[in-house]
């Protein structure tokens, strides 16, 4: 076999590999800058928390939004309060991204796991960095 017949069946191989779905961050939430910001994970039954800049001034109206992984549509949005304050609860137990975001600021994320049993309200911060 020559090395051109080697390279069409390893290109013939790879054409019938399946694709898997990437699901390492969110898809379809609202950016207001340029970039997303993985800013881990969190396991609870509800959280509760601040939006904030960099200076650490509360952004008023910011954007939370909640997306099961591996789904695009957004189930659940909050605006944050004058004080840049936000609460998310009664989701059911799950895999789901929770991002915030801003005009102008770049869309922080986390994962976020509701556990079936138990579980607390999570107290959350988010800084959010201007986009580029």
Not at 7 to 25: E, F, I, N, R
Not at 41 to 48: D, Y
Not at 111 to 127: A, I, M
């Amino acid at each position: 076999m020559t090395a051109s017949s080697m390279s069409v069946v390893l290109l013939l191989g790879l054409v019938g590999l399946p694709c898997v779905a990437q699901t390492d961050y969110p898809r379809g939430m609202y950016c207001g800058g340029n970039q997303l910001v993985d800013e881990g994970q969190v396991t609870a039954k509800s959280v509760r928390g601040t939006v904030a800049d960099f200076y650490d001034v509360a952004i008023a109206g910011a954007r939370i939004q909640v997306q099961r992984v591996g789904h695009e549509a957004i189930i659940k949005q909050v605006e944050a309060d004058r004080f840049g304050r936000f609460k998310i609860r009664g989701l059911p137990s799950g895999e789901y991204w929770l991002g915030a975001s801003a005009p102008g600021m770049n869309l922080h994320y986390r994962r976020w796991l509701v556990p079936q049993r138990g579980g607390s309200e999570q107290y959350l911060k988010f800084k959010l960095s201007v986009g580029t």
